[in-house]
């Protein structure tokens, strides 16, 4: 698993580099940097997925704040 998630990070990696080369180019700075930016923690985080690393989801904090009052709805 680890080569596989070694290959996927490198492919978006480049994919990524060539798509910022070609957006820094038109001299579209900010959309360049906002992209590079959500590839690179979309690369991060497919990479552990593939891994098979449980990755903390924003569900979490949800999840300890609701699952009290719906258990107690749904207590007899």
């Known amino acids: 698993m680890i080569i596989v998630s070694a290959v996927y990070f ?3 990696g ?3 580099f060539v798509l910022s ?3 820094w180019s038109d001299r579209d700075k ?3 940097l906002i992209c590079a930016l959500s590839m690179t923690v ?3 985080v497919g990479a552990l997925l593939i891994a098979g690393v449980d990755v903390p ?3 979490l904090p949800y999840k ?3 699952e009290p009052i719906g258990k ?3 207590s007899p």
């Open 10 to 12: 490198v492919c978006l």
């Open 14 to 16: 480049v994919f990524t």
């Open 21 to 23: 080369h070609r957006l």
């Open 30 to 32: 900010r959309e360049t």
């Open 42 to 44: 979309s690369a991060v």
């Open 57 to 59: 989801t924003l569900v």
């Open 64 to 66: 300890i704040v609701f």
């Open 72 to 74: 107690l709805i749904l």
